[in-house]
């Protein structure tokens, strides 16, 4: 059974904190992924990564960045977390291809008080 | 750029009854299009999607969706519901030149009264 891994499902942080968000997959995908979700603005895609080392920004990357050191393996890395950054997050990855399917975590509740 | 419009946030059905939530893009060269559905507490899981050919499209858990070109539409319908579809539903575009990046709608939450 194919499989995304995210580390946490909840998370609660202080402001000020570094946050490392850890993803991984199973099925050898070159693509991943990192998503926001918030009710009313769907998912909203933050860096996305095509192979180990690459990395590519999102629609929405300010205060935040990746790190892809192994194929498998996809962090998201919140620099000094803010309150706006409560967010559900969500992994993805896929083979590369426009008409693959994309395999998600389960997702990362984060609070940041 | 692509976008993709969910007009309907959140759509009430008895059970058995017929369900279709909307969906319409805006993409400039062929969309491949797909929806996701996410249960409570779950990630997303893929539905179908549709890049070419027959313009009816089957899916997963008796969904099925109709691409319109004319209408800029790719909406999604189950002939009767059950309690379990009860979830959020989302519609996304990608492009050919966008390294498999998909444009997500903002989703719509679908409620099964018995």
């Known amino acids: 059974d194919v499989k995304v891994t995210q580390s946490s499902r909840y998370l609660v942080k202080r402001t000020g904190e570094k946050v490392f968000l850890e993803c991984v997959q199973d099925m050898d995908h070159e693509n991943m992924f990192w998503y926001r979700q918030d009710p009313g603005l769907g998912l909203r895609l933050i860096y996305f990564?095509?192979?180990?080392?690459?990395?590519e920004k999102g629609d929405i990357p300010e205060g935040y960045s990746v790190s892809r050191e192994k194929k498998e393996r996809f962090s998201l890395i919140l620099e000094s977390a803010s309150t706006n950054q409560t967010s559900m997050y969500l992994c993805?990855?896929?083979?590369?291809?426009?008409?693959?399917?994309?395999?998600f975590g389960q997702g990362t509740r984060l609070t940041v008080v | 750029a692509q976008s993709v419009t969910q007009p309907d946030i959140h759509i009430t059905v008895s059970e058995g009854a017929s369900l279709e939530l909307r969906c319409n893009y805006s993409?400039?060269?062929?969309?491949?299009l797909f929806w996701y559905v996410q249960s409570p507490g779950q990630g997303l899981q893929l539905l179908l999607k549709?890049?070419?050919?027959?313009?009816l499209v089957q899916g997963i858990k008796g969904f099925e969706a109709e691409f319109k070109r004319s209408q800029s539409s790719f909406n999604l319908r189950k002939p009767s519901v059950h309690w379990s579809d009860a979830a959020e539903y989302f519609c996304?575009?990608?492009?050919?030149?966008?390294?498999?990046?998909?444009?997500f709608g903002a989703g719509t939450q679908v409620v099964v009264t018995p």
């Open positions: 549709y890049f070419s050919g027959d313009t």
């Open positions: 996304a575009v990608g492009a050919a030149d966008s390294w498999g990046k998909l444009q």
């Open positions: 990564s095509y192979d180990v080392k690459m990395k």
């Open positions: 993409y400039g060269a062929t969309p491949y």
């Open positions: 993805a990855s896929r083979l590369p291809g426009v008409y693959t399917e994309a395999f």
